[in-house]
């Protein structure tokens, strides 16, 4: 089946410029000021196009009307028609890669046409880690299923970690050997201090191309040091189709 496109009010060159406010919320604003449901009497097109920070343009204010009615019957009828129906492979796997590369519940929510309940349950039934809601979640302990916990991770493996809420990528043990190898670590016996394996991790992040020189860049990270209690496994969502290694 063909997917529809909806371009939410896109200009000329195909991208939404930046001031202009063209969320569901606003254009439902507009659309009850337009339509007022008392004698309240309707706002023009021109404080329409103010409302929504666009150029008055009557054509265009049109179109992003008629795609936001487009798009939210056809949201409607996806939700209706997988009302009741387990999550599919794809669904599982698109999930857990969007919210371990930091999509939020919402996103995924309405990338699946699920519900946000659905697909918290569904991240959780798998074993998928959760990311802190708010700071003081981001202070407290954060405690993993057994069978995601490990002392052992390999080069080049991706796992968890609690400390940055987010996946990252096994560079090396600190073993003393590792450790003669690069200046400035000096000679501390990492597994003696923290009574497990510590590991050179890189912490990999999304970067908003909007906010930067370089339009190209769309990938960063540090790296840093983690111990094993900080990290768990991701292994096993492999089993769900979840490709790990493009974390």
């Avoid at 796997?93 to 699920?114: D, H, M, N, P, V």
């Avoid at 912490?203 to 040091?225: H, M, P």
């Amino acid at each position: 089946m063909t997917l529809p496109i909806f371009y939410s009010g896109k200009n000329g060159n195909g991208k939404k410029k930046d001031y202009e406010n063209l969320s569901n919320q606003n254009i439902e604003k507009v659309l009850g000021l337009l339509n007022p449901s008392s004698s309240q009497k309707p706002i023009t097109k021109k404080e329409a196009c103010d409302i929504l920070n666009i150029a008055y343009n009557t054509t265009r204010l049109n179109k992003i009307i008629e795609e936001y009615h487009e798009k939210k019957a056809y949201t409607a009828q996806r939700k209706k028609k997988l009302r009741g129906r387990p999550a599919s492979q794809a669904e599982i796997a698109e999930a857990c890669e969007s919210y371990l590369q930091g999509g939020t519940i919402s996103e995924i929510s309405k990338s699946l046409f699920r519900s946000s309940s659905f697909v918290r349950t569904l991240l959780e039934t798998v074993g998928v880690p959760q990311r802190p809601a708010n700071k003081e979640e981001k202070l407290g302990s954060h405690y993993y299923p057994d069978a995601l916990l490990s002392d052992d991770y390999a080069e080049g493996e991706v796992a968890w970690s609690a400390s940055y809420h987010g996946a990252v990528e096994v560079h090396a043990r600190l073993t003393p050997e590792y450790i003669a190898s690069k200046k400035g670590l000096g000679n501390t016996d990492y597994d003696s201090k923290y009574g497990c394996p510590v590991y050179a991790v890189y912490i990999k992040q999304k970067v908003d191309s909007d906010d930067t020189f370089f339009s190209n860049v769309t990938a960063g990270g540090f790296s840093a040091y983690v111990p094993a209690y900080e990290l768990c496994k991701l292994e096993h969502l492999k089993q769900y189709g979840v490709r790990i290694d493009r974390l």
